[in-house]
Nanobody, 123 residues
Framework: QVQLVESGGGLVQTGGSLRLSCAASGRTFSSYAMGWFRQAPGKDREFVAHISWSGGSTSYADSVKGRFAISRDNAKNTVYLQMNSLKPDDTGVYYC????????????????WGQGTQVTVSA
C-alpha cells in the first residue's frame, strides 16, 4: 500500500512563493508518474501539474504555466511543486496523486492520493 503525505502549504501574500512536498512510502515510487491537483471551495478538483516517472517529462495547466514547477527526487521518494508569483486564484487544497492509468490530467486516472495541504493566497 502506498501512502502520500503532502506538506509545505500555508498563508502567503499575492506574489509570494511556496514549495509543496509530497513524500511517498513504498519501494515503487520511481516507477510511476505523479501529479498535483487542487480544489478551491465550491469548485471541482482540477489538474495542476504532472511529472513522468523519470522526471524527464512534465506538463502544466495553462493557469500555472510559467509560475509553477514540478520536480521529483526518486532517491528521496518525494515530488515537489514550486509555486511562484502566487495569486488569490491559486488558493485551495493541494493534493498529490500517484500512478495514473490513462489521462494524466484526469483525477480519476490516479490510484494513490494524499490528504492534501491548504494553500491560501491573500490579496
Amino acid at each position: 500500500q502506498v501512502q502520500l503525505v503532502e506538506s509545505g502549504g500555508g498563508l502567503v501574500q499575492t506574489g509570494g512563493s511556496l514549495r509543496l512536498s509530497c513524500a511517498a512510502s513504498g519501494r515503487t515510487f520511481s516507477s510511476y508518474a505523479m501529479g498535483w491537483f487542487r480544489q478551491a471551495p465550491g469548485k471541482d478538483r482540477e489538474f495542476v501539474a504532472h511529472i513522468s516517472w523519470s522526471g524527464g517529462s512534465t506538463s502544466y495547466a495553462d493557469s500555472v504555466k510559467g509560475r509553477f514547477a514540478i520536480s521529483r527526487d526518486n532517491a528521496k521518494n518525494t515530488v515537489y511543486l514550486q509555486m511562484n508569483s502566487l495569486k488569490p486564484d491559486d488558493t485551495g487544497v493541494y493534493y498529490c496523486a500517484g500512478k495514473p492509468t490513462g489521462g494524466v490530467r484526469t483525477s480519476a486516472a490516479y490510484a494513490y492520493w494524499g490528504q492534501g495541504t491548504q494553500v491560501t493566497v491573500s490579496a
